[in-house]
């Protein structure tokens, strides 16, 4: 005999054989002989043990009297069936059995001396109230639904986990109410169906053991490791959209199938975490839709409609439960959501989260015509559906987000995250259509009203340093030439050798001039189709072997020419631009926390970058100039970091080059418009392009007066408009100035009218490049305000 009950119940159970006693007495009064002698020898053998008929409660009666009982249960357990059938006698939910069928002792015995037979996912909070369920449809009527597939896992001989329906029969069981069975009234009906959660008044209407189960029961057991209907709805949720069936039609009878409900209806909305919205699912054949969201499409967590109800489903993750629509109607502040669901003929449901990872995904809604179909009791079973659920709507997730992923690469390009929802939007938008198709013209994306920075840390004269290391590498090519030349041995070609001679001597002489656009290409072309074919055709001694050998190893694969010199440069010229570009984009992610906004960066002969902030860019946060002007400190300690960077990094480059810093100052807020056909953020309209034609002008500019650049090695040049720009930025520079990171000399001056363009002025400062530690704080606008005051 195999036990482990559970230590309460709302039953003292007594494991009795009196109603079929009461069979056999009948059986001994009948006129048939062998059926009447057969009874009353068993009635005599069971004499001795009136336990039998009045209830056992010591179980060592059982294992002491295994062979008496086998024979009293005889016709229950035939002999002819004993090998097939999977049988024993139980107590129903309790983990109590005895008088296995031959085909259950050989189940159990395989299964191990350790096994422990125990019902799965059954705990005694189920155990207790599925027992006061009984007594609620035995005694008062009512039409409880609690059952649900239990299963034994059953281990083979194997090791492999069989799993066993569980179906019991009670035909011998009867309850009885004692002195101590409180009376039950329809409002605690209705409050036990409402709070399937709450043990303890479960306990409070049922106390422990103020009910009666005598008798017994029969377990039947039968392999199903999947039942039908939840593999039905598994395998049609694991189809791909377009074979699916149609969802609402199969998975709705599937669910009326579980839950036991003629007029069950399903619905799903899925929950958009970023913008707190509950969305409708956008299914091609708009099979399932929603009851939440009747009409709209999509709704904010904080719509009226849903008022507090849908917390319990957001943060504390658990289903919202309405047995009772009317009466849920009545309650203030459920009065909008309680009308919406009535005008739908709902009158009990069930919203109950789809969760992965503690996200909510979606919600998954069960609604009824009927009051009280739906309840926290039946609402158990979803714990069988869910699994199924999580997948399905995890995979739709990451096919809409790569379906919207493909029409902003296609449509647009790779997008800052700063922006990134409303281009989001407008793709959602384009799914939304009843119709998606190539089409659709896609709304352009603006953002209004925002302030711009602008910011470079350029490679000083990096065009002059351009051309004189091409130049050098021309120069040596033609150099080692000239040599190879002097070194051939007279022979048929002597002629042709000279005037090759004196060609190259006059392309040496023509790179002591500034290059012109095409000189490098002319002498490349020269040395492929002149120079090259007798140098592989003309025979040389050993010297002028070795020369043309050291010659071919030092030309590059890709050009066929010197690069030497060059390949330092660029070299160089990538080192700068790769770590100044790191600084940038490390520093940026600490900047978003400011204040979200659009950042972008180019790598050209140093790093340049474009930064907008306004309220259309996060509209979800409340903007305020300091803000702008926090970012604006933020930009300035950058550049003053990217400069010391440079500084210590400088005497490693291969090619020793310098930086010049700039900033530009424009208070004014401007639009940016993305453009479709250039896949670019850009600015909109012909009064902000000004800002467009001062960036693109103002870093070539001189000292007005002068012929000196307005930047300048080593320092940051802030070139502005207004005093009023003049004064903030003078302030952010006394401040970096006292926290040791620009020198103590201010240069102002005014610039040079650029072409449209007149009333500029700049300030120019050093950035402190002997501090060992080239990592200066970054302090916030708060700090200088801290300073100044």
């Known amino acids: ?171 011998f069981i009867e309850i009885i109410p004692t002195e101590n069975s409180p009376e039950i009234t329809q409002d605690d009906i209705d409050l036990l169906m409402d709070n399937y959660d709450n043990i303890d008044l479960w306990k409070e209407k049922f106390p422990i053991e103020s009910w009666i189960l005598k008798g017994f029961g029969i377990v039947i057991l039968y392999d199903a490791t999947t039942e039908s209907a939840i593999s039905k709805l598994k395998s049609n949720l694991l189809k791909p959209e377009k074979e699916q069936i149609t969802l609402y039609e199969n998975s709705e009878g599937i669910f009326r199938s579980i839950f036991k409900i003629a007029d069950l209806r399903i619905g799903l909305i899925f929950y958009n975490s970023e913008e707190e919205k509950f969305t409708k699912p956008n299914f091609s054949d708009k099979s399932i839709s929603s009851f939440i969201l009747q009409l709209e499409e999509e709704v904010d967590c904080k719509n009226a409609l849903l008022g507090c109800s849908f917390e319990n489903i957001l943060d504390n993750q658990k289903p919202l439960i309405i047995s009772n629509v009317e009466k849920f109607a009545l309650v203030e502040g459920n009065e909008r959501l309680g009308q919406h669901l009535l005008k739908q003929n709902i009158y009990s449901c069930i919203f109950a989260p789809i969760i992965r990872n503690e996200v909510v995904l979606g919600v998954i809604e069960l609604v009824s015509s009927s009051p009280r179909e739906l309840n926290s009791i039946n609402a158990s079973k979803l714990d069988l559906i869910l699994p199924y659920l999580i997948d399905t709507t995890e995979r739709y997730n990451t096919d809409m987000k790569n379906k919207v992923e493909a029409v902003i690469q296609r449509e647009y390009t790779a997008i800052h995250p700063s922006v990134y929802w409303k281009f989001r939007k407008e793709a959602q938008k384009y799914f939304q259509t009843n119709n998606p198709n190539k089409d659709y013209i896609f709304k352009e994306i603006v953002f209004k009203e925002v302030y711009p920075l602008y910011g470079q840390i350029d490679i000083k004269g990096s065009s002059d340093h351009r051309n004189e290391t091409v130049k050098e590498d021309l120069k040596n090519q033609l150099t080692i030439l000239l040599q190879i030349i002097e070194n051939q041995k007279p022979n048929t070609n002597l002629v042709l050798l000279e005037q090759r001679k004196f060609e190259l001597q006059s392309l040496y002489k023509e790179l002591d001039f500034p290059l012109k656009a095409d000189t490098e290409q002319q002498i490349q072309l020269y040395i492929e189709n002149e120079i090259h074919p007798i140098l592989k055709n003309t025979k040389t001694d050993s010297e002028g072997e070795l020369l043309e050998k050291n010659y071919f190893e030092n030309l590059d694969e890709k050009t066929g020419m010197f690069y030497q010199s060059r390949k330092k440069f660029d070299n160089a010229m990538s080192i700068i631009n790769k770590k100044l570009a790191t600084v940038l984009d490390k520093r940026q992610i600490k900047a978003q926390k400011i204040y979200p906004h659009y950042y972008e960066r180019f790598k050209t002969d140093g790093v340049e970058h474009n930064l907008y902030i306004g309220s259309s860019i996060a509209p979800s946060k409340p903007f305020d100039t300091m803000y702008l002007h926090n970012l604006r400190l933020w930009q300035l300690q950058t550049l003053c970091e990217m400069e010391l960077e440079h500084h210590h990094l400088k005497s490693t480059l291969p090619y020793e080059l310098d930086v010049t810093s700039l900033i530009l100052v424009f208070s004014s807020p401007i639009s940016i418009r993305f453009r479709m056909d250039e896949k670019r953020f850009d600015v909109d309209g012909t009064y902000n392009a000004r800002y467009e034609v001062v960036k693109k002008r103002i870093d070539k500019a001189n000292i007005k007066g002068t012929k000196d650049r307005i930047t300048e090695k080593e320092k940051i040049t802030i070139v502005y408009s207004h005093n009023t720009e003049e004064t903030e930025y003078l302030n952010y520079i006394k401040f970096l100035q006292f926290k040791k990171i620009l020198e103590p000399t201010i240069e102002q001056f005014e610039v040079e009218e650029l072409q449209g363009i007149s009333g500029l002025k700049a300030i120019r400062v050093k950035v402190v490049n002997d501090n060992k530690d080239h990592t200066p704080k970054n302090f916030s606008y708060q700090d200088l305000l801290d300073e100044l005051n």
């Open 1 to 171: 005999m195999t036990h482990n009950l559970f230590k309460e119940s709302p039953f003292k159970t007594l494991i009795s054989f009196h109603k079929l006693i009461e069979t056999l007495e009948e059986i001994a009064e009948t006129n048939v002989d062998y059926r009447a002698n057969y009874a009353k020898a068993l009635l005599k053998e069971i004499e001795p043990f009136p336990e039998f008929r009045s209830g056992i409660e010591n179980l060592n009666l059982i294992t002491e009297n295994e062979t008496l009982i086998k024979h009293l249960l005889a016709d229950l357990f035939p002999t002819a069936l004993t090998n097939n059938e999977i049988k024993a006698v139980t107590i129903p939910y309790q983990n109590l059995t005895f008088n296995y069928s031959e085909r259950f002792k050989v189940i159990v015995k395989n299964a191990g001396s350790k096994f422990d037979m125990a019902i799965r996912d059954f705990d005694e909070h189920q155990f207790y109230i599925m027992s006061c369920t009984l007594i609620l449809n035995e005694f008062y009527g009512q039409k409880i639904d609690f059952s649900k597939p239990l299963f034994y896992d059953i281990p083979n001989a194997q090791g492999i986990m069989n799993q066993y329906r569980i179906l019991y029969n009670a035909d």
